[in-house]
């Protein structure tokens, strides 16, 4: 079964760090992205941060210089460290990766999301 699983989610006072992880049930596709987005209230979905397997990182400019992306392909685990979060960092967080099923094979998954609330 294809399945990623975010965790680390929680209430933090603004100015706090969170970190929070995206475990596969099977390896990343090698060349594509793991992706973490975020919904906030009443907002479109944002991506946030990618990695690729290779380690090229993209971050979104509103969170640049304060998270950070990284991936342990033995874990097959994705994590984003947030550091001085605001209130506007509020949301759902969620990953997206393509991943490997079977020779030649792959398919998309998505997470179920984890929530990150930050108070002022």
């Known amino acids: 079964q294809v399945q990623l699983v975010e965790s680390g989610g929680g209430l933090v006072q603004a100015g706090g760090s969170l970190r929070l992880s995206c475990a596969a049930s099977?390896?990343?596709?090698?060349?594509?992205?793991v992706n973490w987005y975020r919904r906030a209230p009443g907002e479109q979905r944002e991506l946030v941060a990618s990695i690729t397997p290779g380690g090229t990182l993209t971050y979104v400019d509103s969170v640049k210089g304060r998270f950070s992306i990284s991936m342990d392909n033995a874990q097959n685990t994705v994590y984003l460290e947030m550091n001085s979060l605001k209130p506007e960092d509020t949301g759902i967080y969620s990953c997206n990766a393509r991943l490997i099923i079977g020779p030649d094979m792959f398919a998309d998954a998505w997470g179920q999301g984890t929530r990150v609330t930050v108070s002022s």
């Open positions: 099977g390896r990343f596709l090698s060349g594509y992205p």
